[in-house]
């Protein structure tokens, strides 16, 4: 057996709902925003007791809170800091993710007994800087999304093993130096450094001329137009042991505004590859069993890639045809309880009577049912459920789990 390290897996919060689904399905850790310095303004839903609660249910479970303070405030913002550090060391956060250096001498005065982790924002891409952080008090530096697995490995192997090293291996990406990117600021004027950025990368784009208004090209040869700086999605399923041997001491799931499916899928897909690894015993022969691999292709995403982890993907980094997600799945229902060979649930997506659904449950291969004596809340049969959140039952041999989900491959790409 190899000595490797099992990694944690730290997955994204954007409510209380996302917090339970990420700890339910295997996270180690979660990270979250509260109601400042934090930049998801969309996803800022631990404000106030809120904090307090999440960090006293994750908790509970033997995970850890990580809280998001990784804007760049400005002068009249850090009046309020010391107040707001307080606060998080009085709800029990175990983390700070902080990119600021201001920032972070108020987080080791005021609260010197919580971690700091250094964010991907601070755009760390060697190992002078890794130590210069970690000489300044870092407990943890994210890697820039930019680097290579042969860079990360060289960091780890040329910084003390008391600093660990946290990478993101799923989700979007920026077509810009991560979280560098102003383009939503000139052209929305919301700012991307507090959370709120309009994503103008994703937009469809085509050429105009000053004396010619009105009339625009397209860039490409295409006449859908093209979507010049839409990145894929990331996505390192295929490649966790390449990962664990380059010294990561933590991968990171983007996407804190994304849904509870979407954080329940993606966390269950790793949880079940890091442990499979581990269970082989770190064997040089190992090959993820191929569930796990089409696991993450059942929740909605850009087209996927490696990122920058085995070569700068100029070539397949862009999606130019399109700017929105593909998504062959929905979810037809969240199962509520099963008895006596029935299921009880609630309808998230309209399905049928006869139709084959999917179930995903923690840790184990998907099992595939087919409806048969779909009931209505009243217990009256139906042949289809077609209202969202309609309580309904049907018979089920198969004993389902309080909160695993039902779902259904879309037929032509259509909800029905």
Avoid at 76 to 105: C, H, M, P, W
Avoid at 199 to 212: F, V
Avoid at 340 to 346: P, R
Wanted: proline share 3%; charged share 25%.
């Amino acid at each position: 057996m190899t000595n490797f390290t099992k990694p944690e897996l730290l997955a994204p919060a954007g409510d209380e709902e996302r917090l339970k689904t990420a700890i339910h399905y295997g996270a180690d850790a979660v990270y979250l925003g509260s109601d400042a310095f934090g930049m998801r303004t969309a996803a800022a839903s631990f404000g106030g007791e809120a904090l307090k609660k999440a960090c006293d249910y994750a908790h509970s479970f033997g995970k850890k809170i990580y809280l998001t303070c990784n804007t760049l405030p400005r002068n009249n913002e850090f009046s309020r800091l010391q107040a707001f550090l307080e606060y998080a060391k009085d709800s029990g956060v175990d983390a700070l993710i902080i990119t600021d250096l201001g920032v972070l001498e108020f987080a080791k005065k005021y609260v010197p007994e919580i971690e700091i982790h250094i964010s991907t924002q601070a755009g760390i891409t060697n190992y002078a800087s890794a130590n210069a952080f970690y000489n300044m008090g870092a407990k943890r530096i994210v890697t820039a999304r930019e680097l290579s697995l042969e860079e990360i490995a060289e960091i780890r192997a040329k910084t003390p093993s008391e600093l660990e090293i946290e990478c993101f291996i799923h989700g979007a990406m920026c077509v810009s130096f991560s979280g560098r990117c102003l383009l939503s600021n000139y052209m929305t004027g919301r700012d991307s450094n507090r959370g709120d950025c309009a994503q103008p990368c994703r937009w469809k784009y085509a050429l105009s001329e000053e004396k010619r208004p009105g009339e625009f090209f397209p860039i490409e040869q295409d006449n859908t137009g093209t979507y010049i700086m839409n990145s894929r999605d990331m996505c390192m399923i295929e490649h966790v042991p390449e990962m664990i041997k380059a010294g990561i001491n933590s991968f990171k799931i983007e996407g804190r505004a994304k849904s509870a499916y979407y954080t329940a899928n993606a966390v269950n897909a790793y949880r079940c590859a890091i442990d499979e690894y581990a269970g082989s015993g770190y064997s040089e022969d190992y090959k993820i069993s191929k569930w796990i691999v089409d696991e993450v292709r059942r929740a909605s995403n850009r087209e996927y890639c490696t990122g920058f982890y085995y070569t700068n993907p100029l070539d397949k980094a862009q999606v130019f045809y399109n700017g929105g997600y593909v998504r062959e799945w929905d979810v037809a229902a969240i199962a509520e309880k099963w008895e006596n060979g029935i299921l009880y649930a609630s309808q998230r997506n309209r399905f049928f009577d006869g139709d084959e659904l999917e179930i995903m449950i923690k840790g184990v291969e998907p099992k595939k049912i087919v409806v048969k004596e779909l009931r209505n809340g009243k217990g009256e049969l139906i042949d289809n459920a077609p209202h969202p959140m309609m309580k309904l039952s049907f018979r089920c041999d198969i004993e389902v789990p309080e909160g695993a989900y039902l779902r259904m491959e879309r037929k032509e790409n259509k909800i029905l």
